[in-house]
């Protein structure tokens, strides 16, 4: 292991090991720190298949698809140190990295570009008001997941989930198929949060209702959960009188979203996103800071693995460029502007000194669209339409901008034509 | 047979149990609960008063302001964090400016040091997140903020080390006096004799007393505080402890800085029927939002990490109530210590002992006043983190990555004669699983270290009381 | 059989199905959609992902799947039969744990390498 290298990613999950992938070159020395004993991340727990149709054209589960990318790494020879955490990173000339682990405890490796691929967490009740006693049993559907299929290990025989995030979808399977009884699933919003598959699968499979528009009222138990009061809400979330549903559990599995790990931005001091609570970055996934890039559910949350190895493969590509034809550009960053029907865009900015080649600007609707209509604009110039079918918030979007569409170095525009 | 038995191991337990263990005594401490701090002590505002706000001429007023000059003395005894934080009392009308006045005078008979009178525009100077609209500001740079529950553990654990004993699980069932002498029976079927009793049980002081005399002159009534915790990441938002004025319901909703960068919004208050009962409501919570409008703007609730809620045991006495049973001697009632409970608690421990109970014992040659240094290993220079590293290589393993708890840390903190086997008992002793993920990342980890370390199968390990095991049973063993 | 409701899953539209007794599909945009509510109608079949022991303290758990879809109403009758399974060496990706679980032309093959310590 050397103290100085070209490129530093920062964790091994599928956006790492992608990003890795992308940006090894013979001549450049890297380094994969991750902070676990194995590689793979999340995929680890993931056991669930639906991973892989876009990238590997197959459809494999989540420790196959780790091991498809580990293999490749492998075969690289790329330097990795594992069991290591990263405590912070701060950027002199170069970047230094202050990591320990149990072999050197505390060190520091200098790195002339980082790739930031820390994945996310999971909000937990505390992040949102979920009213009433503090028992235990009540967790998120991922630690769930990570004891009942990496330690071997039920929370509980009598379950419900609050959210219908993909995770909590797939964790009502799976305590199902363990001989757990979930009795029902209940989201704040009129639609699901998970992906249409998974609410056919996961709960239609074994009748497990879904209560949309509806959100927990009072969890009941002192030191233990004894039970859950749901109600159902209006469009302005307003609990609706006499709607109150009442369900014994010993278990209530939260999957009310998940949001970027970005501690380690902390110690540098980055644009950031409120909207996607991660890094600001340009149509090349740099961050404000040169040299520094974020990618996979650490800049924004993506639905399909496939997309975050899509993502981190650019980040790989980019950084590589960076390393190896480093010369100062002037920047000249410009925002991407949308309006109220979009949650959030990736890219957030572009920098038309650095554009070369055709990007995918990323985004969320705010509701659900059967068509709609997207008009890129610069300026008073329209430079592009776009129409999409059956959009859905859970269902990230994408719009490919080619540098021929720009027409001048206006802040591009995406709007919605009202149908 | 014990000389004194302490009966609850908070906050003012343990600094009691620490002040007797300066005597050759032999005194033991009976705490219901799995694990000391557990209950007062646990959910607080963690507020060192300058001693302001209770009416001149109580208990109260003089055990804060002496209490608060105490905790100077815990932190270079026990280590303790002290967080000078100083205070801004805000008046937001007319009618409050001029109550300001009175709660000024009687500060100064209270003798608060070094209080003075802010423009709104002097104080916006200091903390630029105060509403503009705030009429006058007092300020107490007294004021300070400690960790209880490291207060109440580090207390017990150099009052263990100069002697006393702790029994956890120990529920008071019965006590009994004759002859001079107290028999106590607990729960898990002990006996206990000794000659004194001090009944520091918190919200529990009613019924404790009411075993041995039904005729006491006081009756807790429980009232509950809900609290907002934000994330470390806050820190800087304001530094120092905003209080609105007081009001008959107590001290309001206040901002209070924490010691490891957090920031509580709360308390309110509200009296309850249940003494256990610590549930968060959406009413509660939102009224610490429409109250801490009127002293803040740029609140960042986007931060909230967590929600709590702790009783307070609020007595009918309205003092607090040190004294000796006028019926039973030997019993001393510690009662009714609500709010500035933790900034008192130190004072009232030596109030009991010197002025109650009268103990003029000289102090034994082996009392050792200091406790050596917990080790954060995150907050040691590079140097000393290697020394400690060369000798225990987990201090280099991080186990919590919201807070860098490492491995060893945690281990200390299961182990060790205050150590603790819940995820919870870790959490309050090495901090891990306090931060933003709320545990996610980590709980497991904790779990697997508790089970490894106390050689317990992962689903036998509690994540608080017993009983409240994380994992049911085991997958793929057939039903 | 009674008409059954399903919501299509072959592409993100998800179209609201209906098909009856004598297979004839309504609703589906798509003639895919047809060809999944016959299916689901006559012998809806399922990848079954899940977990076995292991002999391993590092390890406990191998993550499995069914090298192709199993008929649905089998899934927890093949559950039961995993749970008796401990796998006591070391496996790579992709070697088979159960051959022709319950006597189908399905194995349950594992989606992870097991070494022991």
């Given at each position: 292991?050397?103290?100085?290298?070209?490129?530093?990613?920062?964790?091994?999950?599928?956006?790492?090991?992608?990003?890795?992938?992308?940006?090894?070159?013979?001549?450049?020395?890297?380094?994969?720190?991750?902070?676990e004993?194995?590689?793979?991340?999340?995929?680890?727990?993931c056991?669930?298949?639906?991973?892989?149709?876009?990238?590997?054209k197959?459809?494999l589960?989540?420790?196959?698809?780790?091991?498809?990318?580990?293999?490749?790494?492998m075969?690289?020879q790329i330097?990795?140190?594992?069991?290591?955490?990263?405590?912070?990173?701060?950027k002199?000339?170069?970047?230094?990295?202050?990591?320990?682990?149990?072999t050197?405890?505390?060190?520091?490796?200098?790195s002339?570009?980082?790739?930031?691929?820390?994945?996310?967490y999971e909000?937990?009740?505390?992040h949102?008001?979920?009213?009433?006693?503090?028992?235990?049993?009540?967790?998120?559907?991922?630690?769930?997941?990570?004891y009942?299929?990496?330690?071997?290990?039920?929370?509980?025989?009598?379950?419900?989930?609050?959210?219908?995030?993909?995770?909590?979808?797939?964790?009502?399977?799976?305590?199902?198929?363990?001989?757990?009884?979930?009795?029902?699933?209940?989201?704040?919003?009129p639609?699901?949060?998970?992906?249409?598959?998974n609410?056919?699968?996961?709960?239609?499979?074994?009748?497990?209702?879904?209560?949309?528009?509806?959100?927990?009222?009072?969890?009941v138990?002192?030191?233990?959960?004894?039970?859950?009061?749901?109600?159902?809400?209006?469009?302005?979330?307003?609990?609706?009188?006499?709607t109150?549903?009442?369900?014994?559990?010993?278990?209530?599995?939260?999957?009310?979203?998940?949001?970027?790990?970005?501690?380690?931005?902390?110690?540098?001091?980055?644009?950031?996103?409120?909207?996607?609570?991660?890094?600001?970055?340009?149509?090349?996934?740099?961050?404000?800071?040169?040299?520094?890039?974020?990618?996979?559910?650490a800049?924004?949350?993506?639905?399909?693995?496939?997309?975050?190895?899509?993502?981190?493969?650019?980040?790989?590509?980019?950084?590589?460029?960076?390393?190896?034809?480093q010369?100062?550009?002037?920047k000249?960053?410009?925002?991407i502007?949308?309006?109220h029907?979009?949650?959030?865009?990736?890219?957030?900015?572009?920098?038309?000194?650095?554009i070369?080649?055709?990007?995918?600007v990323?985004f969320?609707?705010?509701?659900?669209?059967?068509?709609?209509?997207?008009?890129?604009k610069?300026?008073?110039?329209?430079?592009?339409?776009?129409?999409?079918?059956?959009?859905?918030?859970?269902?990230?979007?994408?719009?490919?901008?080619?540098?021929?569409?720009?027409?001048n170095?206006?802040?591009?525009?995406?709007?919605?034509?009202?149908? | 047979?014990?000389?004194?038995?302490?009966?609850g191991?908070?906050?003012?337990g343990?600094?009691?149990?620490?002040?007797l263990?300066?005597y050759d005594?032999?005194?033991?401490?009976?705490?219901?609960?799995?694990?000391?701090?557990n209950?007062?002590?646990?959910?607080?505002?963690?507020?060192?008063?300058?001693?302001?706000?209770?009416?001149?001429?109580?208990?109260?007023a003089?055990?804060?302001?002496?209490g608060?000059?105490?905790?100077?003395?815990?932190?270079?005894?026990?280590?303790?964090?002290?967080?000078?934080?100083?205070?801004?009392?805000?008046?937001?009308?007319?009618?409050e400016?001029?109550?300001?006045?009175?709660?000024?005078e009687?500060?100064?008979?209270?003798?608060?040091?070094?209080?003075?009178?802010?423009?709104?525009?002097?104080?916006?100077?200091?903390?630029?997140?105060?509403?503009?609209?705030?009429?006058k500001?007092?300020?107490?740079?007294?004021?300070?903020?400690?960790?209880?529950?490291?207060?109440a553990?580090?207390?017990?654990?150099?009052?263990?080390?100069?002697?006393?004993?702790?029994?956890?699980?120990?529920?008071?069932?019965?006590?009994?006096?004759t002859?001079?002498?107290?028999?106590?029976?607990?729960?898990?079927?002990?006996?206990?004799?000794?000659?004194?009793?001090?009944?520091?049980?918190?919200?529990?002081?009613?019924e404790?007393?009411?075993?041995i005399?039904?005729?006491?002159?006081?009756?807790?009534?429980?009232?509950?505080?809900?609290?907002?915790?934000?994330?470390?990441?806050?820190?800087?938002?304001?530094?120092?402890?905003?209080?609105?004025?007081?009001?008959?319901?107590?001290?309001g909703?206040?901002?209070?800085?924490?010691?490891?960068?957090?920031?509580?919004?709360?308390?309110?208050?509200?009296?309850?029927?249940?003494?256990?009962?610590?549930s968060?409501s959406?009413?509660?919570?939102?009224?610490?939002?429409?109250?801490?409008?009127?002293?803040?703007?740029?609140?960042?609730?986007?931060?909230?990490?967590?929600?709590?809620?702790?009783?307070?045991s609020t007595?009918?006495?309205?003092?607090?109530y040190?004294?000796?049973?006028?019926?039973?001697?030997g019993?001393?009632h510690?009662?009714?210590v609500?709010?500035?409970?933790?900034?008192?608690a130190?004072?009232?421990?030596?109030?009991?002992?010197?002025?109650?109970?009268k103990?003029?014992?000289?102090?034994?040659?082996?009392?050792?006043?200091?406790?050596?240094?917990?080790?954060?290993?995150?907050?040691l220079?590079?140097?000393?983190?290697?020394?400690?590293?060369?000798?225990?290589?987990?201090?280099?393993?991080?186990?919590?990555?919201?807070?860098?708890?490492?491995?060893?840390?945690?281990?200390?903190?299961?182990h060790?004669?205050?150590?603790?086997d819940?995820?919870?008992?870790?959490?309050?002793?090495?901090?891990?699983?306090?931060?933003?993920?709320?545990?996610g990342y980590?709980?497991?980890?904790?779990?697997r270290?508790?089970?490894?370390?106390?050689?317990?199968?992962?689903?036998?390990?509690?994540?608080?009381?017993?009983?409240?095991?994380?994992?049911?049973?085991?997958?793929?063993?057939?039903? | 059989?009674?008409d059954?409701?399903?919501?299509?899953?072959?592409?993100?539209?998800?179209c609201?199905?209906?098909?009856n007794?004598?297979?004839?599909?309504?609703?589906?945009?798509?003639?895919?959609?047809?060809?999944?509510a016959?299916?689901?109608m006559?012998?809806?079949?399922?990848?079954?992902?899940?977990?076995?022991?292991?002999?391993?303290?590092?390890?406990?758990?191998l993550?499995?799947?069914?090298?192709?879809?199993?008929?649905?109403?089998?899934?927890?009758?093949?559950?039961?039969?995993?749970?008796?399974?401990?796998?006591?060496?070391?496996?790579?990706?992709?070697?088979?744990?159960?051959?022709?679980?319950?006597?189908?032309?399905?194995?349950?093959?594992?989606?992870?390498?097991?070494?022991?310590?």
């Open positions: 292991m050397k103290q100085s290298y070209d490129i530093t990613i920062i964790g091994a999950g599928a956006a790492g090991l992608s990003a890795a992938l992308e940006a090894y070159d013979d001549t450049l020395d890297i380094l994969i720190i991750e902070r004993k194995n590689f793979g991340g999340i995929l680890n727990q056991i669930h298949n639906g991973f892989g149709l876009h990238v590997f197959e459809e589960t989540g420790p196959e698809y780790a091991q498809k990318l580990i293999d490749l790494v075969e690289k330097d990795y140190l594992l069991d290591t955490t990263v405590l912070n990173i701060s002199d000339e170069v970047f230094s990295i202050k990591a320990t682990n149990i050197s405890g505390e060190f520091i490796i200098e002339k570009s980082v790739i930031l691929t820390t994945g996310c909000r937990a009740r505390g949102v008001d979920i009213p009433g006693d503090r028992p235990k049993g009540i967790m998120t559907a991922g630690s769930a997941q990570r009942l299929n990496i330690d071997g290990y039920l929370v509980g025989k009598k379950v419900f989930i609050l959210g219908s995030g993909d995770i909590g979808l797939i964790m009502a399977r799976r305590m199902t198929l363990e001989g757990a009884t979930v009795l029902g699933v209940a989201e704040l919003m639609y699901s949060n998970g992906l249409t598959r609410i056919v699968q996961c709960l239609n499979d074994f009748d497990i209702p879904l209560y949309l528009s509806h959100t927990i009222k009072e969890v138990g002192k030191e233990k959960l004894e039970k859950v009061i749901i109600q159902q809400v209006d469009e302005n979330r307003q609990f609706i009188e006499n109150e549903k009442t369900f014994e559990v010993d278990t209530l599995l939260l999957s009310i979203g998940l949001i970027p790990d970005v501690k380690l931005f902390e110690s540098l001091s980055i644009d950031t996103d409120p909207l996607t609570k991660s890094a600001l970055v340009n149509q090349k996934l740099e961050t404000s800071v040169k040299g520094l890039y974020a990618c996979g559910n800049l924004h949350v993506h639905d399909l693995v496939d997309d975050v190895t899509i993502e981190s493969r650019k980040a790989g590509k980019y950084a590589k460029a960076y390393v190896i034809n010369k100062d550009i002037d000249k960053q410009v925002p502007r949308f309006d029907h979009i949650r959030y865009v990736v890219p957030q900015v572009v920098d038309y000194h650095l070369d080649e055709p990007f995918d990323l969320r609707a705010t509701q659900k669209h059967d068509v709609l209509k997207l008009v890129i610069q300026g008073d110039q329209v430079i592009r339409k776009k129409t999409l079918k059956y959009v859905v918030p859970a269902e990230m979007q994408k719009v490919q901008i080619k540098p021929e569409d720009l027409i170095d206006l802040p591009i525009e995406i709007m919605v034509e009202e149908v | 047979m014990y000389d004194f038995t302490i009966i191991a908070g906050i003012v343990s600094l009691i149990a620490r002040e263990s300066k005594l032999k005194v033991c401490v009976l705490e219901k609960e799995n694990d000391v701090a209950v007062q002590t646990r959910a607080n505002s963690a507020i060192v008063h300058s001693g302001h706000d209770p009416k001149h001429g109580t208990l109260k003089r055990l804060s302001v002496e608060n000059k105490l905790y100077e003395d815990l932190e270079k005894e026990l280590h303790i964090s002290l967080l000078r934080t100083g205070a801004f009392v805000c008046a937001k009308d007319k009618d400016v001029n109550d300001m006045k009175k709660l000024y009687n500060a100064l008979l209270n003798q608060v040091k070094d209080m003075e009178f802010l423009s709104i525009e002097e104080a916006r100077v200091l903390e630029p997140n105060l509403n503009p609209s705030i009429k500001v007092l300020s107490l740079p007294t004021t300070k903020v400690c960790f209880p529950w490291e207060v553990f580090f207390a017990l654990e150099n009052a263990i080390k100069n002697g006393v004993e702790l029994h956890r699980n120990a529920l008071v069932t019965e006590i009994t006096h002859n001079h002498m107290f028999t106590i029976k607990t729960k898990d079927n002990q006996t206990y004799q000794t000659k004194h009793v001090i009944n520091a049980a918190g919200v529990y002081t009613d404790i007393a009411t075993l005399n039904p005729n006491i002159p006081y009756q807790i009534k429980p009232r509950k505080g809900e609290y907002y915790v934000l994330d470390k990441s806050v820190k800087g938002y304001m530094e120092h402890v905003i209080y609105p004025m007081p009001s008959k319901k107590g001290k909703v206040l901002i209070t800085p924490q010691v490891h960068g957090n920031i509580l919004l709360g308390p309110t208050s509200e009296w309850v029927s249940d003494k256990d009962d610590i968060t959406l009413k509660g919570l939102h009224y610490i939002k429409e109250h801490i409008k009127d002293m803040a703007i740029n609140v960042p609730y986007h931060l909230i990490i967590r929600q709590f809620a702790g009783v307070r007595s009918t006495y309205e003092d607090f040190i004294q000796e049973d006028d019926a039973v001697k019993f001393y510690v009662a009714g609500d709010s500035p409970g933790i900034t008192a130190p004072a009232i421990a030596k109030y009991l002992v010197d002025e109650v109970i103990l003029s014992l000289p102090v034994k040659h082996t009392f050792n006043p200091i406790l050596q240094k917990k080790i954060v290993y995150k907050d220079s590079k140097q000393e983190k290697d020394e400690l590293h060369q000798d225990k290589p987990l201090y280099g393993r991080i186990i919590c990555k919201c807070e860098d708890i490492t491995e060893q840390e945690i281990i200390d903190a299961i060790g004669p205050l150590g603790s819940t995820i919870k008992g870790v959490k309050k002793r090495a901090r891990a699983g306090s931060g933003l993920c709320q545990g980590c709980e497991s980890l904790v779990l270290i508790i089970a490894r370390e106390t050689h317990k199968p992962l689903h036998e390990v509690n994540y608080d009381q017993k009983e409240t095991q994380i994992l049911d049973k085991e997958s793929k063993v057939g039903s | 059989m009674k059954k409701q399903l919501i299509c899953i072959m592409c993100p539209v998800g609201h199905l209906t098909i007794e004598d297979l004839v599909v309504d609703g589906n945009k798509c003639p895919r959609g047809k060809v999944y016959t299916e689901e006559i012998c809806p079949k399922r990848i079954l992902t899940t977990t076995v022991k292991t002999d391993s303290k590092d390890f406990p758990r993550s499995v799947k069914t090298n192709k879809p199993i008929e649905k109403t089998l899934l927890f009758e093949a559950l039961e039969k995993l749970n008796h399974i401990t796998v006591k060496k070391n496996v790579k990706i992709g070697d088979v744990i159960v051959k022709h679980i319950l006597n189908t032309d399905v194995d349950i093959i594992a989606t992870k390498s097991l070494v022991r310590e």
